[in-house]
């Protein structure tokens, strides 16, 4: 299974095309994806086996012995080509054993100021969303209706329940876009403050929830159950964490 930065940034990272804010997130997220640094992997691979094969078509013999008469001879060899050949071959064992390094101490790796950075751009997200209109995708408290909106929008299954008897009214969803990513988006409302639930799947172990703020907003980030959940809103941050926990039950 493909994670969302194969097809959204992986190739134009390898192709030195991306800005160097997008180039540095791409490379935090090579930290703790064995997958994408394995693919990284095979395309430096694959570019140093064709810069060293021979991909041409024999010269027909009167056009040979013309251009033979004029220069000399120009005929790289086995033996020169294979120096650089184990060269790549080298770098890319060391790059694939540094990527399952990485791998398998992949949760100590997710730090606390990559996980502040996430939710930075999160909040940043959640404050276009609070411009007319933007809010929500789909309009409705009825759980049905949002998770099957969402359900054909994203590749995993959504946790979607109304808490409207508890001050946590459902009021719709939407998608986003996190790092490069598509998320899915719950909105609910308590007291007239919105507040957006951002989820995508992850293949990192639960985690306790973490809190932080910015800009004046405040957020709880959750792994549970192959999902990563991110609430943000004005709202006080006993309020985040008595959803979260209406989430996470």
């Not at 078509?57 to 086995?78: E, G, M, N, Q, V």
């Not at 996980?115 to 959640?126: F, K, N, P, R, S």
Request: glycine content about 6%.
């Amino acid at each position: 299974m493909k994670c969302d930065f194969a097809d959204s940034l992986l190739q134009g990272y390898f192709d030195g095309e991306l800005s160097s804010r997008r180039a540095a997130e791409f490379e935090r997220h090579l930290q703790h994806c064995v997958h994408c640094a394995a693919e990284i992997v095979d395309l430096d691979f694959l570019r140093g086996r064709l810069q060293l094969t021979q991909l041409y078509a024999a010269a027909p013999a009167p056009l040979w012995r013309k251009i033979h008469a004029h220069l000399r001879p120009i005929a790289p060899t086995l033996a020169a080509s294979q120096p650089l050949f184990w060269q790549w071959l080298a770098a890319a064992v060391a790059l694939l054993f540094f990527a399952i390094v990485l791998w398998k101490a992949g949760p100590g790796l997710r730090n606390d100021e990559y996980q502040t950075e996430i939710a930075g751009e999160i909040v940043d997200a959640h404050l276009r969303s609070l411009q007319p209109g933007h809010l929500t995708g789909i309009a409705s408290n009825d759980e049905r209706v949002v998770k099957g909106w969402l359900d054909a929008r994203v590749k995993f299954a959504l946790p979607v329940r109304d808490f409207a008897k508890v001050g946590f009214a459902l009021n719709g969803g939407r998608l986003d876009v996190v790092e490069g990513r598509s998320v899915a988006v719950l909105v609910y409302e308590h007291y007239g403050r919105p507040i957006d639930v951002f989820i995508w799947s992850t293949r990192e172990p639960d985690t306790s929830s973490r809190t932080g703020s910015r800009q004046g907003f405040q957020w709880v980030d959750w792994r549970k159950g192959k999902m990563e959940f991110c609430a943000v809103s004005d709202a006080a941050p006993a309020e985040l964490e008595q959803l979260h926990l209406l989430i996470a039950e």
